[in-house]
C-alpha cells in the first residue's frame, strides 16, 4: 500500500530533524575545534621556561583546501584534539621534562603570527602544513630576522600537490623570501642535531603515518656553512608530530612513536643549545 499523507509527513518530519541533528553535531564539532585553537593563542607570558612556539599564518588553498583536516586552519592541524583538547607538542614536552633537565611549561603552548615582536623571546619555533603558507611582506622580514638572531624553526607535517597544497614549491619561495640567498640543503644522518640527545644513525627509522615514499629531511645554515648554525630543520613528506598526538592510543607501534619522540627531543636540545 502507498503510504498515507499522515505517514509522509511523519517521514519527511523525521528525515528533517534528523539532518538538522546531524547539522548540529557538526557545527558543534566544528565550534569546539575553533574555540579551543582560538582559546590556545591566550599565550603563557616570558618567564625563561622553555615554552613550545607554534606559528600561525595565512593559509591559501593553492589547489587543496586548507581547511580540510577538522576544518582548522592548516597552521592548527595537530594543535587541538576533541578528546583531550591537548596539542601534539604536549606529548612531546611531556618526554622532554621527563628525561631531561630542561623541565619546559607542559601545560600551556604559545602560538605566535611570524611578525608578532614576542616571538624573538622563544627560541624555537614550530611549523605545520607549509604547503599551504600564504606569506607576507612583514612577515617574511620579521620571520628572517628572528631566525638570523638565533631563532630555530622545525617544519613538519608537509607534502606534495594537492593534499599538501603548493607543496614544496610554495615551501621554498616562501623561505627564498624569508633567508634570500641562503640554500635549503639536504641533510645525512652526521649532523649533530640527529646527536644531541638520542643518537640516529639512519633515516630509514623514520616511520611514516600515512604519507607514501621516504621522507626529506633537509636543513638551512647560517651563511650557507654546514659548519656553522642549523636555522631550520624541514620534515618533507612526513608527519613526526603525528605519532606526538596519537601517541598511547594505540595506532601505531610503540616503537614507531619512540622515534618521533626521539627526533622532537633532538631538534628541541639542538634549538636550545644552539
Known sequence: ???????????????????????????????????????????????GQFTFARLKYDCADYGYNCYYYRQIPSWAHGYARTDNGLPAEHELLQILDSISVVHPQIENSNVFALDDPELCKFPIAYMTEAGFWNLGDKQAQAFGSYLRKGGFVIFDDFRDPPRGGGGWGVFAQSMKRVLPGLDIVPLDPSHPIFHSFFEINSFDIIPQYYDSNRPYIAGIFENNDKTKRLMAIINYNTDISNFWEYSGTGFKPVDQANTAFELGVNYLIYGLTH
Open 1 to 47: 500500500m502507498p503510504p498515507t499523507a499522515r505517514t509522509r509527513r511523519l517521514w519527511t518530519t523525521a528525515f528533517t530533524l534528523t539532518i538538522a541533528l546531524g547539522l548540529a553535531a557538526l557545527t558543534s564539532a566544528q565550534r569546539g575545534y575553533m574555540f579551543q585553537y582560538s582559546m590556545g593563542e591566550a599565550n603563557t607570558k616570558y618567564t
